[in-house]
């Protein structure tokens, strides 16, 4: 995210026809206001009686919480594919994701592929999760003999990202998923 807010910086400076200091005062600016908003987006996401949402804003959610995850793990994550619905009047529940992949090394040939969702029952709770595993530049999946090969993170209102560390695939959710094709 420091990039795209770099590189709209940059474009303001090139663009605009005033003094340079007038165009760093309005870059400032915007990305305060950038950042303001990117943190009541998140702020509110654990709010279990939300308004009911489009498509769209599920979308700029999530958006919100890769920025955020990449920030955590030091990965520039990019959104591979989305479902995303809007809110249905008188359902009990939404359910939300994005599938995300990062270059990890590119000396190492190493990448990391997975899915976040973000999850709510209303009136009750709402839950965002993140599930990752390793996989070679050729595509191939890394697995361990002990079988823990998969990353889980939680996101908690307050603390953001906690990680929970490799786990093993318990219910066998991944287990089909033995080369990165999901994800191109």
């Known amino acids: 995210m420091d990039k795209f807010k770099t ?15 007038n165009h760093f005062f309005k870059c400032k600016l ?14 509110n996401l654990f709010d279990v009686n939300p308004e009911l949402r489009t498509a769209s804003e599920w979308r700029h959610i999530l ?10 793990i030091g990965l520039d994550f990019e959104p591979v594919s989305w479902y995303v619905q809007d809110d249905k009047p008188g359902y009990s529940n ?15 040939a190493l990448q990391v592929c997975g899915v976040l969702c973000l999850d709510i029952n209303f009136g009750e709770a ?3 999760s993140c599930d990752l595993l390793l996989f070679t530049a050729s595509g191939h999946r ?43």
């Open 126 to 128: 709402v839950w965002a």
């Open 7 to 21: 590189l709209y910086c940059i474009n303001i400076l090139g663009t605009c026809n005033h003094g340079l200091f």
């Open 142 to 184: 890394l697995t361990s003999s002990h079988r823990k090969d998969l990353i889980t993170l939680t996101y908690f209102d307050e603390q953001g990202w906690q990680n929970r560390g490799w786990t093993s695939d318990a219910n066998y959710e991944w287990k089909s998923h033995t080369d990165n094709q999901r994800w191109d």
């Open 30 to 43: 915007l990305l305060e206001q950038f950042k303001m908003a990117s943190e009541n987006i998140l702020s």
């Open 63 to 72: 958006s919100e919480l890769v920025v955020s995850l990449s920030s955590f």
């Open 94 to 108: 939404s359910s939300n994701s994005v599938d995300i992949k990062a270059q990890v090394h590119t000396g190492l």
